[in-house]
Structure formats: C-alpha cells, structure tokens
C-alpha cells in the first residue's frame, strides 16, 4: 500500500514539475504562429497554422537585428576576453608561490557574494566617468568581471589535476615561461575552457539589469532590453511579444541543450566554492 | 625565480586590473557615497547616518521591499531547496525518463530571466493568458483574475514565476549523488533498509554539503531579483512586490537620488553576508574540509 501511495506521488511530482516547465514554453512558441485574434479568444490548441506575420511585426516594433547583433558581439567577446584573463590569473596561482597568492584568491571569490544589484548606480557612476556608459566596449568589460570568479575557481580546479611534469619538461627543454603556459598548459585545459565558457555565454547573453542599467540606446542595447521594450511600448501586440519572447529564448535553450554536460559540469563546479 | 616574478604580474594583472573596475571601485563608491546626500546636480555633502536612518523609520516602501526580500528568502531557501532535492532523489533512481526530465526541468533556469519574466506575464495575463484560458474552459465560467495587478494575488503569482523551478538544486544534488559509492547502497541494503529508508538516513545525510550550498545559491538569488521584477509588476500594485533592488533601481533612475540609493546598495551587501554566515552555520559549512 505505502509502495504504490509513494509510486502515484512520485509520479505526479513528476508530471508537475515537466508541465509547469514545458507548457509555459510551447504555449508561447504555438501562440507565435497564432493571428491576433486567434490569441484573444484564449484558445489552448494549435494554432490554425503557421502565421509568420508576428515574427515579421517584431521585427518591424523593434530594431531585433540590431540587438541581436549586439548580443552575439557582446557574449562572444565577453567570453574570450574572461577566458583569457582567468586561466592566466588560474595557472600563476596555482603554479607559483608568491606572497600575496591568498589575497589574490580571497580577492576573487569576494566577486561572489556582492549582490550585483547593489553596484548598479556606482557601476553607472564609474562608466560614465570613463566614458564607457552606453558602449559595447564597457559592457564586454563589466561581463568579463562579472564572471570572473567562477571561471577562475573552475580553471583552478582543473589545472590543478594537470601533472607538472610536462611543464617540467618542456621548461628542462629550454622553453619559456609564456611559451610553456601557451603551448603546454592551455592545449590540455581545453574541457575547462568548454565548462567555463559555456557558463560564461549563457552569463553574457541573458544578463538583463546591467545590460538596462550601463546603456541608454537602441544601438548598444542586448537582446534580453528588447522584451523590455516590447512590455513598455508595445504591450498591445500580443502576438509580436510572443515572438519576440521566442526569438530570445531559442538561442539559449540550444545552447543548453546541445552542451549540456559542460553546462552541468560547470554548475556543479562553479557553485560549490559559494 | 626572480624572471618568474615578471611573469607572475604580468599574468596576474589583466584579472586584478578588471576585478578593480568592476567590483573594488564599485564597492569604494557604494560605501564611501552612502553617507553623503548626493543626487543628480547637486552638490555632493557628507550626512553621517541619515540615509538609513531615513530607509528604516520614514521610507515605508524601502521597508516593505526588505520585507518582501526578507520573506523571499526565506521561501526560496526551504520550500524551493526542499522541492529540487525532491526532485534530485526521485531521478536518482536511473530510469529511462530521467535524464529527459532534469533537462526540461532545468530549461527554465538557462534561459534569460528576463525572458522568464515575460514568459510569465503572457502566461497570466488576464483576457488571453494560459492559466485563466485553462481555468474557463474546466470550470466554464468565464475566469479574469489580473494576476500581477491584483493586490491579492500578485505576491503568489511573482513568488510562483521562481518558487517551483528549482532545476539549478536538482543538478548540482544529482552531481553529488552520483559520487555517493555502490557500497554505501549495498550496505543498507544488507541491513535491511528500503530503498526510500535508504534516500532518508542514509544518502539525504551525506548530501548536507551540496544542499547547504543550494540554500546559499537560492537564498542569494533573492537580493538580485530585478529582472523579472521589472518585467511583471514592477514591484506594483503599491509595494506588494517590492524588494529591494527594485526599490534600489527606482531610487537611482526614478528619484535620481544617489546617495540614498547607495546606502541601500550597502543594506543589500549586509544583508547578503548575514544570509551567508547564518546559513553555513545552521549547516556547519564552516569547518573545512
């Protein structure tokens, strides 16, 4: 009796936990193709077909190439720039000894418990002191930051598992330094760099208070903005908020869906430093 | 060593010269101008205490946020957590629709929150949304309730749009589950437990790390709440839904009072560090390894 009580709850947990993720997602992905009026009459089932027309209206509401343009440039850079920066900063810490090695590493992991909301007007402050409000350029470098402690910890972590003894021998075969880390080092930290970097995109892409905060116009705005818009200017068009919502969303669940393994590797070993 | 010692600064740099910008300066401000009366085109003035203690005995609205974060947090870091590693255990069993099933369940937690936010607003919304569409056509009464604009149904619903997704806890419990041995199973299984006495006494007690580090993921993610905040209610119908970075942004970009958006910018750090050092002593996290 208590088996079976157990087996219908565990079912039902089940079953609640996929509709509450899924249905949310494919009533607005069916909902997209659906015509206005199609919409407002609350109908649950599939639409009558394949409307384009809300994909073609928010494009017209709202410059979405150009956020989409931004968005790719922005994560793509963000990403690179953070690699580059943590696993230097990762191999001289764990290879080196050097008197400060605790600070530096007591510095980052500082990054973790700052509530990033509570920097939102000094951050304002500062860019704009540098002349890097509203610019792609200030945003790349707030996201290369933002994400830093987590990569550092998990490039630390990997590194960490790599033996000295390459290193050790190339150094005896007379490479340097630079060279060893670019030609030695980097080559093996590869799976570090996937864990990382997916963690680090998905971070650059779906950022959203920073993103509203650290620009003013359209031109430098990312895509997450766009819906923004969409809520405040354009709330009417129920279909092309739909869309939009659709064409912001895919990228990510791709992303997700394809590098999933580095998505959950990277989670599990970014979070348990917290 | 002493060519090494070039090399180290050099690589050292980029990261230190970053983490400046955007977190050491950022926070030098936010602490230095929280004692100052400074909003825009004025003079910057030194205050001592007063904007907190304008936050806490004149500003009903700020106290309203603290207490809807506060109350927040508190939900996030049990029913949440408790709802995740639920869910962890469950899939643990290896069976052939897990997999599938922590995929779906941790899609609502990669996707831009802000996108969440608006996946939400079209989901409840009052003439066309699913739920109330769904609810007609059970009940066959025509059914309106305005979700996030009704003072009594907005805090559920906004509490709702993070409460239940809790995929992030279910990973990173799995991950950890997946490290517990064979012989751990098989001993208790000699000793005659069941496989649900087992989840209980013996795996759930190895798993106190992993979840402490939930609760502190969870709990933390409450003082960042803006974006689906903005998205919904914008802390509306009066301060229903207030929290505190939402106040916070308002006090910046709305009233252009800096200095007293600042001092709340200090409350929110407080209040982080109280969140972290309470949760990883209730957990005993502490001790080190």
Redesign the interface.
Known sequence: MFRII?KVL?AL??TV??V??????A??LF?SFKTNSE??????GFPSGFHFSNYVTAFGLAPLVTFYKNSILIAIAGTVLNL???S??A???VR?T?KLKGV?ML??S??L??????????????LNATHLYNTRTGLI??Y???G?PTT?YVMMSYIKTIPYTLEEAAYIDGSG??RT?VQIVLPLTRPAFATAGVIQF?LC?????LA??LTGETGKRT???A??Y??SAFASD?GA??A??VV??IP??I???LL?KQ???G??AG??K? | MTKNKKWIVLFLLPGILLFSFVFLGPIGVLFGTSFTNWSIGKEISFVGLKNFKYLFTEDQTFVDGLKNTIVWILLQATFHVLIGTTVAIVLAKKKWYSSAIRTIYFIPNVISSAALGMLFLCVMNPQYGLVNSFITKITGEGFTQNWFMDPKSAFFAVTMTWLPYAGLVTILVMAEMSSVSEDVYEAAKIDGASSFQTDIYVVLPLMKNIIGTSVVLAATSMLQKLDIIMMTTNGGPGSRTMNMPMYLYKTVFTNNNYGLANAQGVLLVILGLIVLKSIRKMFHMDAKE
């Not at chain 1, 509450?20 to 997602?25: G, L, M, R």
């Not at chain 1, 919409?39 to 649950?44: D, Y």
């Not at chain 1, 418990?113 to 500062?126: H, K, V």
Request: glycine residues 4%; positive net charge.
């Open positions: 157990r565990t947990l089940l936990i996929v509450i993720s899924i249905v949310p997602f009533w607005v909902s919409i407002l009459s609350g109908t649950l580059i920066v943590c230097m900063a191999y001289v810490v080196c050097f530096v510095l980052f500082m990054g418990i700052i509530p990033g909301a509570a920097l939102l007007q000094p951050l304002y402050t500062i470098l707030v290369t930051a933002l830093l550092f330094f630079l880390f998905l892409w779906n950022e959203f208070q509203l905060t895509l997450p903005i819906l923004y969409f809520k129920y908020m739909f939009a919502t912001v969303v990510s669940i992303t997700f869906i999933q998505v959950i590797s989670l599990a979070s348990v917290g």
